[in-house]
Every structure is written in C-alpha cells, then in structure tokens.
C-alpha cells in the first residue's frame, strides 16, 4: 500500500515567529512513530494573495492547491492571536476548497491558554472544509513550554500526547482515503 503523506501546516507567518520550531519538533516525533511521508507546509512560501484580490490563478495558488492534493492528512500548528487563528491560516484554507474535502486532521496549539481557543474555532473552520479533527490535542504553554516565549523547550510529558494524535489522524486518513476514492 502507498504510503500516507502528512503535510505539518506552520500557521503563522511573522517574522520572529515560533511555530516552525513547534512543527520540527512535531516532525521528530511523527518520524520515529511510523513509515509515513511527512512535511513541514509553510504557508510563507507559497505567497498567497488575499483571497478575492487577484485571479486566483497565482502561481502560489495554484502551487498550494495541488500540494494539499497530494495530502492525506494535516497536522495544523495553531498560535493564538487575539483568541483565534492567524488572519494567514485563515486566508490560506479559505483559498482551497476540495483539496481539503474527506482528510483528517490534528492540531498542536500553543498560548497563554494552550491556544485552546484558536483551535476550537479552527474545529469550527474545518469542519466546514469537510476535514474530520481528531480528539486527542496537545497544548503547549507559552509561559512553561517556551524559555522567555521564544525558545521551543516543551515539556515530556507531551511527546505521548503527540503519539497519540498520530495515531488517530493516520487510523482516520487512511479510512477517508477509500472515502475518497469511491
Ligand atoms: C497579534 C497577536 C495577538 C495575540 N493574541 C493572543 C491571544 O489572544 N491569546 C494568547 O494566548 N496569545 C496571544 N498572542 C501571543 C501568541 O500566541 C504568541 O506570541 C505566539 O508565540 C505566536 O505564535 P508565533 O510565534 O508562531 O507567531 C498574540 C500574539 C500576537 C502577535
């Protein structure tokens, strides 16, 4: 059987951010869990427009639609801004629809709160998106998780929570991979 591609969303994108260290670490621990392709997705290089200001046939576009066509599952790395998700990662899914449509997904949140906030409501969004959320979510603290809320030194106990979302996301895309084909 092929093997499942897992694309590890970054969902911030300003300069000084936090978050790609937050999705290696999340790389780390999805590579020594099981044989599955798994990459980091870093919506800064993609260079999407604002949705509704250009054509939509951007090069950036049409370069994000068809990498999260080859995905079958998403891990969403999710920062609080002002009690939700970034105005990027709501840009980002806003500008694909089917692409999204039948996978699964898990989300890693990080704030003051665990960033408990931002990923309720991007349970709200993907649900729309036709992408089924997994229950199990690790949150990491800004205070605890984070040296002087820059350096990334998360505490242990959230490797195995970590695990533990793997297995449902890749239990569920690999279901809704036959969802998708029939
Ligand atoms: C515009 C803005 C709004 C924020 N609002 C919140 C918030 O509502 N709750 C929270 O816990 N943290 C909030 N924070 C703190 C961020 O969660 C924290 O800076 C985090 O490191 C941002 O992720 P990043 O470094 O990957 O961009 C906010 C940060 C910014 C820049």
Redo the contacts with the bound molecule.
Sequence with gaps: MKKLNIGIILG?T?Q????PQVGKWVKEIAQQHEDVNYEILDIVDYNLPFLGTGTGKERGIIAWKTKLSSMDGFVFIV?????SITGALKNALDSAYEEWNNKAAGIVS????G?ARAAEHLRGILGELSVATVSAHPTLS?FTDFTK?KVFKPADFHTNYVAKMLDQILLWSRALKTVRKS
């Design positions: 911030s300003r000084g951010r936090v978050s920062q609080e801004y002002n009690h990080y704030g003051s709160t960033g800004i809320s």
